[in-house]
């Protein structure tokens, strides 16, 4: 038996991934571009959906407060999704609510001078007024460290092995959005998980006319397929006997979105009345704008993956993280009850469609800002069980976190000291926050309760963000750890040409301003 050879037991490193169909700067044709736009805005309404269901009923709103702050954060998704296209890092990223921004908001929700408002609508008016406040004061941090190019500054103390934890916990981190919630309705979220996996993986070669239909549109088959029937189990009355609970996760009935929706109604800044300002709550709201700016530096890096563009130089990346800043100050002069950062969701759908093309997610932004102010129309699709979102997450998140994964193989992982690295910023990333998550849930407050509600906020949002700890774990150890004799062992050798934009000639086709804006903002 001849030996084995090498070449045959590896892979070399790729700078960009391979077997996309149409990469960033790459467009399908028109018919395609809008059907894959629809694709991802429907994605995107899981979250837009599920954090004003969750926090409008505490503050005292009904159902109409709930789908106008929904149409609100959509129109904004739409808004800061175009923003970031055209001038941020110009990845094909989706903006959208970030739940990073729910520990702050909460804690001003049950802050002793509005919960004694005994008016249900005024406590609610009161309570956005006190959120947007904080929002808007918060936002400044991602506008001062992006515009600033602070951000770029601090990135260069990134390398391959220090970020491997980090966009692999943007995944993995949000494991308790998945399997966790599709069991609360396995009979509806278990058959799109499967069906979403068929058709996307198993017959992804299955052609009509020659175009890979099955593969481009497994979300919108299988979400059709399994919404009906959902609606049929709803309307045979399965659930008609069962825990209000079960019936929230299951029905197609329960959210009372369509009934509560004016046809036409277009947002418009401080729509709930002008904000209020407090110290402390707008302290605290730090903390989360820090968590989004992490959770969007390592979704920007997987995204330029998927999009088979080379990583984002620190340029770049600061030119995004200012916009993404730009977005969550316009989240708060709107009201959104949320901030922004990258939809992971979306990113992941990238691959599964094999398609990271610009101007697909550009459309789907054009879907959100349309179907935002037709209130029937959008509030149709936004009915759809929360379950079902849960069962695709469980794919998509995976995808993502497995391209974090990827960036292993500019590393040497024969190193103790890589897998030291890694393996220990993993594990806390995964950790630490569960201990948080479990702490709060038994004890009705986080592990930190001073007497300062804001510094506990701060703490208790800080450290539920898996990207945010495995961050401070990985960059630490790989700045202080043997870092000067190991730089090769890091990956810096290849992660030095992406270090400033001409570093790669590659970076001014991908990442160059429209309209030759780079005469007046000439990267570095």
Not at 41 to 69: C, E, Q, W
Not at 331 to 354: D, H, M, W
Not at 386 to 408: D, E, K, N, P, Q
Not at 480 to 503: I, Q, V
Request: net charge neutral; proline share 6%.
């Amino acid at each position: 038996m001849d030996p084995v050879k090498p070449e045959e037991i590896s892979h070399p490193p790729m700078d960009q991934l391979q077997g996309l169909e149409y990469c960033i700067d790459s467009n399908p044709p028109w018919g395609e571009a809008i059907a894959l736009g629809f694709e991802h805005y429907i994605l995107a309404l899981g979250t837009a959906v599920m954090i004003p269901s969750f926090l409008v009923p505490m503050m005292g709103g009904d159902d109409g407060d709930k789908v106008r702050v929904v149409q609100t954060l959509l129109f904004l998704q739409g808004v800061n999704t175009l923003l970031q296209t055209l001038f941020g890092t110009r990845l094909p990223t989706v903006i959208g609510g970030s739940y990073a921004f729910m520990v702050p908001i909460i804690s001003i929700i049950h802050d002793s001078s509005l919960t004694r408002i005994e008016d249900p609508q005024l406590r609610f008016l009161s309570t956005m007024r006190a959120v947007q406040g904080a929002i808007i004061v918060a936002s400044s941090v991602q506008i001062i460290l992006g515009f600033s190019q602070m951000w770029a500054i601090c990135s260069r103390f990134f390398s391959p092995i220090g970020m491997v934890p980090v966009i692999a916990l943007t995944g993995f981190g949000l494991f308790n959005r998945g399997f966790p919630v599709v069991g609360n309705c396995v009979e509806i979220g278990l058959p799109i998980l499967i069906l979403f996996v068929i058709f996307s993986q198993y017959l992804k070669n299955f052609q009509f006319r020659q175009f890979p239909v099955v593969e481009r549109f497994a979300l919108l088959i299988a979400l059709i397929i399994v919404w009906a029937y959902a609606h049929v189990l709803t309307a045979s009355g399965a659930y008609k006997h069962r825990p209000h609970q079960t019936q929230v996760n299951c029905r197609t009935d329960m959210s009372n979105l369509i009934s509560s929706a004016p046809w036409i109604k277009i947002p418009y800044p401080l729509q709930w009345g002008a904000p209020s300002f407090d110290a402390g709550h707008a302290f605290a709201m730090m903390a989360a704008v820090l968590v989004s700016l992490i959770e969007s530096t390592g979704a920007f890096k997987a995204a330029a993956r998927l999009a088979s563009a080379t990583p984002p130089p620190p340029h770049v990346l600061s030119r995004g993280i200012g916009w993404q800043g730009i977005g969550i100050l316009l989240n708060g002069l709107f009201g959104t009850l949320s901030g922004s950062s990258v939809s992971v969701e979306n990113i992941g759908l990238l691959g599964s469609t094999r398609v990271g093309s610009r101007r697909v997610i550009q459309i789907s932004a054009g879907f959100m800002i349309f179907f935002s102010m037709l209130g029937k129309f959008g509030a149709l699709f936004a009915s759809i069980p929360f379950t079902i979102f849960a069962a695709v997450y469980c794919v998509l998140f995976g995808l993502v976190a497995s391209v974090g994964l990827s960036f292993l193989q500019f590393t040497n992982m024969n190193s103790l000291r890589n897998l030291f690295i890694v393996g220990v910023s993993l594990f806390l990333g995964l950790s630490i926050p569960e201990y948080f998550r479990d702490f709060s849930m038994k004890a009705l407050h986080g592990p930190a309760h001073t007497n300062a509600g804001w510094f506990n906020d701060f703490l208790n949002t800080i450290f539920l963000s898996s990207p945010m700890v495995a961050l401070m774990v990985a960059v630490f150890l790989d700045n202080t750890l043997d870092y000067k004799e190991t730089a090769r062992d890091r990956g810096l050798p290849w992660w030095a040409k992406f270090r400033t934009f001409k570093g790669d000639s590659r970076n001014e086709e991908f990442y160059t301003l429209p309209f030759n804006l780079n005469r007046f903002f000439p990267p570095s």
